[in-house]
């Protein structure tokens, strides 16, 4: 039987066992993934839109 594989938690860094048993998993606790289901609810988490930022050297045009 191999070694059960051990991840750190995405929110504290806790080391954790990625098991079934692990309702959590693959946070370490019921408190980590309700603190980063509570950062998902307030779009903590965003991606960069670089569209904007290519769009706005587009309208500018030639200078001079």
């Known amino acids: 039987m191999a070694a059960p594989r051990i991840v750190n938690c995405p929110q504290c860094g ?3 066992e990625w098991s079934p048993e692990n309702r959590y998993r693959p946070f370490c606790s019921e408190r980590c993934k309700m603190i980063d289901l509570g ?6 988490y ?6 904007s930022e290519q769009d706005g050297d587009a309208d500018a045009g030639p200078r001079g």
């Open 14 to 16: 806790k080391p954790v």
């Open 46 to 51: 965003r991606v960069p839109d670089k569209t």
């Open 39 to 44: 950062a998902w609810a307030n779009e903590s």
